[in-house]
């Protein structure tokens, strides 16, 4: 009998720590400190002035700046700043985003749309805290819809300044982080206006209050009060009534307004010109992708360390209960969660990548920013849901001790929560997703003359039909990979999942772009109904589509490890997240032919093997993370549950041993 693999902890945290490790090491040896922990009780109020003052204290430990040119204090170092910044979820999710809207959202903005005037008047304030700020993009009646924004700044020739008004309640900027207290300044979205013709959406450095807190005049607010979950972060609203700033306070990188109202450009289009001005802010996607993931970490690391100490029910030793964490059904419910979220990582290290390649210049080409906001929808997505699925089904598996407050593990799901709809509405950025892969599929007939085109459409029927009719049965080609193996082996082999889920996301493109190709010559009203009877479809392709990614991108941190130990339960846990794909989506297989009904009933019984070989190596798998107590912060992540047990062993051990030790009911029935 073969020993059994050990792997490299060091090794695997390194893997999922990636490019950054150490900036990420670095922020959580700071965040396991006292003052990052926050109290568990308190007031709306308290846990603000708590979040506020913590943030002053990541200035003082130069946290803060590390985006941010040197000439202001940075290291200009855009991948490091993000990764270190998502680990502020291990401390508190109020923290993390409180931080992000000062210095990813507002001072962001001032420095990717501003020019060199701007940096120099408040990029040092607003790194210092000096000018905290709001980014008053969203609104009560806009949300995800930016271009639709109902905020006016008319430009006014006369006194060469800029008037901003929400013009009705709708229009108010809404759910604003600061907005509500700590804010003295905003930048501003609004629709330029300027000799009679409208330029669309443009950023406005806009003062919103005195030294003391109070409003200037024309600008109101409300607080939006307690919410459920980041109550550290004071959410609020903001209007505006003709409220004139100058002009060279529009962040004027991407369009300008000379004295004379007259608007220029470098870029000619005004949809690019959009576009690019929203890319620049994408560092708020790929920043939630990456706490979305911190936070799944931390609620795994939590229950699967109880999951090894708490016994409930005695098996087959009848005086000794079973540990939790050897009962098949809670292997079940965690260890596909913690393969899931080891690909989200691993998905979020790439993401990571290009958005430092872009934002440092290396690459910051339109098809590298396109890829890159593409990805960051996608994977912000799949990741910020996949979170609240495993915070929810870490604290069932601690029972009542997870819906403790103090086992962070309810606080940390109702602080995600809000985190899969701001930043971009999850079902609206996976339709821009699914339009991207549309886009990229069309492009794929340019080169082809008429009769490849015809020859390439009348393939796509056949197979199309062969698939859905159940005529052909794939499933048994595809698990025919390995065809000596047994059919278990054979689903575990890398090609065969390759291919189920790659072919999978292909078709789902091919499909969907054959049932909207009639929109193109249809009036826009039947178009759109075209695509809203089509949308369940495009949020399905695109999610297969992020699902491939990350599997592919799990291969490839698989093929970079060395060690064989490791390398071994790696691709056992890389298997466990391919085969739960397959399963989750099973009835597509088996509908369009891609597996036979008897592979398909192998599936589960495949998973369940692979639970039992990775079992030996949940605790080392978690230990990866880097997480200590200082992060967790819960006690049933401690051994406080084995000095129970073992306490509960003991008196139990004495009384058997007594002679007074009664006799059980049951016995005496025999």
């Not at 799990?554 to 490890?561: G, I, N, T």
Request: hydrophobic fraction near 40%; aromatic fraction near 8%; charged fraction near 25%.
């Amino acid at each position: 009998m073969s020993e059994e693999p050990r792997i490299d902890i060091r090794a695997v945290g390194d893997l999922l720590d990636g490019t950054w490790k150490d900036v990420r090491r670095q922020t959580r040896e700071v965040l396991a400190g006292q003052e990052f922990h926050p109290p568990l009780d308190g007031t709306v109020a308290d846990k603000r002035a708590w979040t506020l003052g913590r943030l002053h204290a990541l200035v003082e430990h130069g946290t803060a700046a590390r985006a941010f040119p040197a000439e202001f204090g940075g290291h200009d170092d855009n991948g490091g700043n993000l990764a270190g910044f998502e680990e502020l979820v291990a401390a508190d999710p109020s923290l993390q985003i409180k931080g992000g809207v000062q210095w990813g959202l507002f001072g962001g903005a001032i420095l990717h749309l501003g020019t060199a005037e701007h940096h120099r008047r408040w990029l040092p304030g607003a790194i210092s805290l000096e000018i905290p700020g709001a980014f008053a993009m969203t609104e009560t009646g806009h949300g995800s819809d930016v271009a639709s924004l109902a905020t006016i700044a008319k430009y006014d020739p006369q006194t060469e300044e800029f008037e901003i008004t929400t013009p009705f309640r709708a229009a108010w900027k809404d759910y604003l982080g600061n907005a509500a207290q700590d804010a003295r300044a905003a930048v501003v979205f609004a629709q330029l206006e300027t000799l009679g013709v409208r330029h669309g959406v443009h950023a406005f450095f806009v003062p919103i209050r005195d030294d003391n807190g109070a409003f200037l005049p024309g600008i109101g607010g409300e607080d939006d009060g307690p919410k459920g979950g980041l109550n550290g972060v004071d959410n609020g609203r903001l209007h505006f009534d003709h409220v004139r700033v100058p002009r060279t306070n529009l962040l004027n990188r991407y369009g300008d307004v000379a004295p004379d109202g007259t608007y220029s450009s470098p870029i000619a289009s005004p949809g690019r010109r959009f576009f690019t001005m929203l890319g620049t802010l994408v560092q708020g996607r790929v920043s939630l992708d990456g706490a979305a993931v911190t936070a799944a970490k931390l609620g795994l690391d939590i229950a699967i360390r109880y999951g090894l100490q708490r016994r409930q029910f005695s098996g087959s030793d009848e005086h000794r209960e079973t540990v939790l964490l050897d009962y098949q059904r809670h292997q079940r419910r965690l260890f596909p969660l913690l393969a899931k979220t080891y690909a989200a990582q691993f998905a979020h290290e790439q993401l990571l990548t290009e958005f430092d390649r872009v934002f440092s210049g290396t690459d910051d080409s339109d098809e590298a920013r396109q890829l890159l906001e593409t990805e960051a929808a996608g994977f912000k997505a799949l990741s910020t849901w996949q979170a609240l699925d495993t915070l929810q089904e870490c604290r069932e598996a601690c029972g009542g001790q997870g819906f403790l407050a103090e086992n962070r593990i309810t606080g940390l799901r109702a602080d995600l929560d809000v985190y899969a709809t701001f930043e971009g509405d999850n079902t609206v950025l996976l339709q821009l997703v699914a339009k991207r892969l549309l886009a990229d599929y069309s492009k794929e007939f340019r080169n082809i003359d008429a009769g490849g085109v015809a020859r390439f459409i009348a393939t796509q029927a056949a197979e199309f039909t062969l698939h859905r009719s159940g005529l052909r049965n794939l499933g048994e080609s595809v698990a025919d990979a390995i065809p000596t193996a047994p059919i278990g082996l054979r689903l575990r082999a890398v090609e065969a999942q390759t291919e189920l889920i790659a072919s999978r996301a292909q078709t789902m493109v091919a499909e969907l772009a054959r049932n909207l190709r009639p929109a193109a010559k249809l009036p826009r009203a039947e178009a759109a109904a075209l695509f809203d009877r089509n949308q369940h479809e495009l949020i399905e392709t695109a999610r297969a589509h992020v699902e491939l990614r990350q599997w592919r991108l799990f291969c490839d941190a698989v093929e970079r490890v060395q060690d064989p130990g490791t390398r071994k339960v790696l691709a056992r846990l890389r298997d466990l997240f391919g085969l739960t794909l397959i399963e989750e989506h099973i009835g597509w297989h088996l509908m369009y032919g891609r597996l036979s009904m008897k592979r398909a009933r192998e599936v589960g019984p495949t998973i369940e093997r692979l639970l039992v070989k990775l079992r030996p190596h949940a605790l080392d798998l978690v230990e990866a993370f880097g997480y200590g107590p200082g992060h967790r912060r819960a006690p049933i992540a401690t051994d406080a549950e084995s000095v129970r047990q073992r306490e509960a062993w003991e008196w139990q051990r004495r009384r058997r041993a007594s002679r007074d030790q009664p006799r059980e009911e049951k016995h005496l029935r025999r």
